[in-house]
């Protein structure tokens, strides 16, 4: 079975939801998918943080690379955050995805340029492009945005997720969404929904209950990680003014 396949199988069971955690880099990928876990899905934001960069000014060639060296570190499928694809043509951005050995990819519906939800039909047409490019070897994880921005509107949310369906994504992910709405949206799209699990809300397992598949970490998972090393170099410190 292809790595594409095998992501895309991880999404219907048996045992759900699936939980993504994401990598930063080589070393933590490896981490992760030592400790089991089947598949991984990387953050952009958590790749930005790790490169120096604020969210959403990686430049795609170092996105790309960072992405690569995280797939090449581990033996399990590995789904790649592009954010809005970065401009680039369907055809393009498919081939970057496959060089840098990526089976699933995120792509959402913000316009960077303007900051704002772009049009559902064009997005949906974006999606479809993709899908043709790639045939069954990409899993097209569908951002909806409309909770991000402010937008509390279910029906909205519900619409683009059908419109992103019909467009032959695989899954999609309307990004903070209420937890208690995850099963009607799943309903009404028809697809597996992805859930993002934060410190202070459902854990992975709850999310599953509530109805998402799949349930993925943002940056959170980094910033842990930088937290934790933040607090590893109090400790050095201490360790320096001890010295006598």
């Given at each position: ?11 219907h069971g048996p045992k ?206 980094q910033r842990r990680a ?19």
């Amino acid at each position: 079975m292809s790595g594409a396949a095998t992501l895309r199988a991880l999404h219907h069971g048996p045992k759900l939801p699936l939980v993504l955690p994401g990598p930063w880099d080589a070393a933590g990928a490896k981490a992760f998918a030592d400790a089991g876990f089947p598949a991984l899905a990387t953050p952009s934001a958590g790749i930005a943080a790790s490169l120096g960069y604020v969210d959403g000014q990686t430049p795609p060639d170092e996105m790309f690379a960072a992405i690569g060296r995280i797939a090449r570190a581990v033996d399990v499928p590995v789904s790649a955050d592009v954010e809005a694809g970065y401009g680039l043509p369907a055809r393009e951005l498919v081939a970057r995805l496959a060089d840098a050995g990526a089976v699933g990819c995120n792509l959402e519906d913000t316009d960077h340029a303007s900051g704002s939800l772009r049009d559902a039909q064009e997005q949906a047409d974006l999606l479809a492009q993709v899908r043709a490019e790639a045939g069954d070897a990409l899993v097209i994880n569908a951002r909806i945005d409309t909770y991000l921005h402010g937008a509390e509107d279910t029906q909205e949310a519900a619409r683009r997720g059908r419109l992103y369906a019909a467009a032959g994504t695989d899954c999609v992910y309307p990004i903070f969404a209420p937890p208690a709405l995850l099963a009607t949206l799943a309903t009404e799209i028809g697809l597996p929904v992805n859930a993002l699990a934060t410190p202070d809300g459902p854990s992975p397992r709850e999310l599953g209950t509530l109805g998402a598949a799949r349930v993925t970490f943002g940056p959170g998972l980094q910033r842990r990680a930088t937290a934790a090393v933040a607090d590893l170099a109090q400790e050095v410190l201490a360790g320096l003014d001890g010295e006598g």
